[in-house]
């Protein structure tokens, strides 16, 4: 697509917006600064017949529909934050999450037969009609000759068009962002489009998504804080994707948390655990969790599906995280911040010791709080401050981490508004930190780091010319004495760290 196609397709985007009055809506007029309301009544003026019907939520749900697959993203992570945006606005964008229009079930039949190379009958003694209707596709309950209930997820026609469109709608976006408002240019929007783009584009391959959803479902099962439905890899082909049943009833069903029996807060602090224990033990996450993607059932099994985007952190960044979600646990704030330097999260001009005092202004007034005693827009606009302060950039590398612990967080304040994250998060975070960083594991780090040395003293010593013939030690007495001096000093860091 060309930039001016895209231009042209932004411009309609915005133009959908404003006809549903769904860019600065009018219930919110009497909340915006003198200079935005003029702007928001000026955009009013162009505003639709459809700026008339319903909610603000309504209005834009109704819109992001309209505007494809990257929009309706949006909304659903929206639809998680009722704490910020208001329980009526995140109840009328809920239904973007996998209540949309559906296609036909023929069509689904054919696009079956097509990814399969063979008719749906051939695998399924009943296909019935879709349950479940999303931006990308959508599940059939179907059962398989052997009797087994699985659900079928297929792509809908003519998706990939779609999403590529979108993809440069972003970048087109994002490349304005940066020419316009250079004080966006820290959230560096050219990279977190790319971020989001990748995701969709890998979303649109369901064998990508079976392999994500059966090595999730080994993590998972390492946990038992939540599981994944197995893969029925017969079933499997680049737009068809089947899975066994989910047990429970998805999040997204207002009856779901109204079971018989529900423990909503151990369901909510297993949701915390689950995804902190994949990210931090596996490094790799269910990185689209919003509660179309999770089925509940009493007394506080979670099961997650939808494997379409797939999370990764490095070591590197595992250590980050959990050194500093545990710097905020025991309320030591300046180790925070002193993470936040050496990952080069904050440029090294700054002060260590007033970014602590930042960090300390937004921990202490949730701490050992419930979810329904603070205030998250209020938190979000403050972090988005100190932020802007303190120079931080965005780190596109864990765009989809940062992603899904906002969605996280906001399912469980849904389960369980008197839910108090840091104490879910302790166990698995101490875990993290006795595991990886205890006296015993650096112990074990140096030990690898003296192994590696010497591997490299031993291949350099086999590698060197030989010398003339000369009455000397040789390079296996000499290799020798280096590996008995290298376990005695091994011995005594090992014994300073563990006793001193």
Do not use: C
């Amino acid at each position: 697509m060309s930039d001016l196609a895209a231009f042209g397709r932004l411009v309609a985007a915005g133009w959908v917006l404003v006809r549903a009055d769904a860019l600065a809506p009018r219930e919110i007029a009497p909340l915006l600064p003198p200079s935005a309301g003029l702007a928001a009544r000026i955009l009013r003026l162009f505003a639709g017949p459809e700026a008339r019907q319903g909610r603000p939520g309504e209005r834009l749900a109704t819109a992001l529909e309209k505007l494809g697959p990257a929009a309706i993203k949006l909304g659903q992570l929206l639809s998680t934050r009722a704490d910020i945006f208001g329980e009526a606005f995140t109840t009328d964008l809920a239904r973007l999450k996998d209540n949309l229009a559906p296609f036909p079930t023929e069509i689904a039949k054919v696009e079956v037969a097509k990814g399969l190379a063979k008719p749906a009958e051939a695998l399924f003694m009943r296909f019935d009609e879709p349950v479940a209707a999303a931006s990308i596709a959508q599940a059939h309950p179907a059962i398989l000759h052997d009797g087994r209930k699985v659900a079928v997820k297929v792509l809908r026609p003519d998706i990939e068009l779609r999403v590529a469109r979108d993809s440069e709608v972003l970048r087109l976006a994002a490349r304005l962002v940066e020419a316009v408002a250079p004080p966006a240019r820290r959230l560096e929007p050219r990279a977190l489009v790319e971020t989001v783009a990748e995701s969709l584009r890998l979303e649109l391959d369901l064998r990508m998504e079976a392999g994500g959803a059966s090595e999730l479902r080994e993590v998972m099962a390492r946990d038992g804080y939540i599981v994944a439905p197995a893969v029925v890899w017969e079933g499997v082909g680049k737009r068809v994707l089947t899975l066994e049943w989910a047990n429970g009833m998805p999040l997204s069903d207002a009856a779901a948390l109204t079971q018989p029996g529900l423990d909503r807060p151990l369901l909510a602090t297993k949701l915390i655990r689950a995804f902190l224990a994949q990210a931090l033990d596996h490094g790799v996450f269910h990185a689209d969790l919003h509660e179309g993607n999770l089925f509940a059932a009493a007394p506080a099994e979670l099961t997650a599906v939808d494997f379409g985007i797939i999370g990764r952190i490095g070591p590197g960044e595992r250590r980050y995280l959990a050194e500093i979600l545990f710097g905020f646990i025991t309320r030591d704030y300046h180790r925070v911040a002193q993470v936040h330097f050496d990952a080069g999260y904050v440029p090294a001009h700054h002060s260590v010791a007033a970014f602590a005092q930042a960090l300390r202004s937004v921990g202490e007034p949730t701490f050992r709080r419930s979810a329904d005693d603070v205030s998250m827009g209020r938190l979000l606009t403050q972090l988005f401050e100190i932020t802007a302060l303190f120079d931080m950039r965005l780190r596109p590398e864990l765009v989809l981490l940062q992603k899904t612990m906002v969605a996280v967080e906001g399912v469980a304040r849904r389960i369980d508004p008197s839910h108090d994250i840091w104490a879910a998060a302790d166990p698995v975070v101490r875990r993290y930190i006795t595991r990886e960083l205890s006296p015993i594991a650096r112990a074990k780090d140096l030990a690898q780091e003296v192994l590696s040395a010497l591997r490299t003293i031993v291949r350099r010593l086999e590698e060197a010319p030989q010398p003339p013939v000369v009455v000397r030690p040789s390079p296996v007495s000499r290799l020798l004495w280096l590996l008995i001096g290298a376990t005695l000093a091994f011995g005594a860091v090992v014994a300073w760290t563990v006793f001193s």
